[in-house]
């Protein structure tokens, strides 16, 4: 049996005092080439994994901001009110990824596969452990490229079949939960 998640790991946002820098490091640490991108203030990104994972370098906005992973949803407010009621709180947003229409003319396979000037809606949640997690939800013209929705891959046999193996050990250990 294999399982499909609710959510896909979208984008990797590594917030920075200085994004030229980080650029240049991650280019070296990983061997990838981070590109501009289509927002307004500086940024660099590039895929990073075919399952539809992108790294993302941007300004850092607060001293606080830190590296945040963004699952991607299909209902960012029902994702939103799930989490302010599983104890989250909403650091940022939700709000626009806005995508300025001069930069839409300058790459044409995305103005062929977008009906608006955006990429999708997006939150940053605090858990109630301290840590943030992004949650975004895409525009349909993002779908493919970030592998989700029809697009999104199940887990394979062999995961679902350790992480139940994992979760029976566990429970056998400490009981069910």
Known sequence: MTTTLRSSLAFINIPS?????????????FGIDLVPSLWSE????????????????N??????????AFLAVADL?????????????????PDELAI?????????????DTSGDSLGRAAVILEPGGS???LV???????EHFAFGKHQQPLTAHQTQVHQRSM????ERTGPR
């Open 17 to 29: 005092d200085d994004p030229a820098r980080s650029r240049a490091f991650f280019e070296q640490l």
């Open 42 to 57: 500086e940024s660099y990104h590039a895929p990073i994994s075919a399952d539809g994972i992108d790294l993302d370098i």
């Open 59 to 68: 300004v850092r906005h607060t001293p606080q901001e830190s590296t945040t």
């Open 77 to 93: 407010d029902g994702a939103i009110r799930l989490a302010t009621r599983s104890g989250g709180q909403v650091l940022w947003g």
């Open 100 to 112: 300025p229409k001069e930069d839409m003319n300058t790459v044409p396979e995305l103005a062929e």
């Open 132 to 134: 943030q997690i992004g």
């Open 137 to 143: 939800e895409l525009e349909e013209h993002a779908h």
């Open 168 to 171: 029976q050990i566990a429970q």
